[in-house]
């Protein structure tokens, strides 16, 4: 459970800059190369390499080279499960943690 939580701290952090929301955002609606990303910031290659690091280091994209260009998209399975631990942190749960803290506490 604490890698789990560890992972998705990770999400949170690389999701926590507004122009990775916006990358993530564009990228919902499929795969996209590097430059094409670039044309709608006012940033620089190294700038965005950064960022898109973030975010497959979180596992949040995949990356493919082809040729001198790399293309992005998401992974899928990862943001599946990423949504899946909101609902099941946002939701009132068998196994949620405050049940567990009250139940340590009547001992």
């Not at 560890?6 to 990228?27: C, G, Q, T, V, Y």
């Not at 094409?36 to 190294?46: A, C, N, V």
């Amino acid at each position: 459970m604490d890698a789990q939580i560890e992972w998705n701290a990770k999400i949170f952090k690389a999701l926590s800059d507004p122009k990775r929301l916006r990358i993530i955002e564009m990228l919902s609606c499929g795969e996209l190369c590097a430059c094409e990303i670039l044309e709608k910031f006012h940033i620089t290659q190294p700038t965005l390499s950064h960022d898109m690091k973030l975010l497959c280091d979180a596992g949040l994209l995949k990356a493919r080279r082809d040729g001198k260009w790399m293309y992005y998209s998401l992974n899928e399975e990862n943001v599946q499960i990423f949504k899946q631990f909101i609902c099941r942190i946002t939701s009132d749960t068998p196994d949620c943690i405050c049940k567990k803290c009250s139940l340590k506490n009547n001992d």
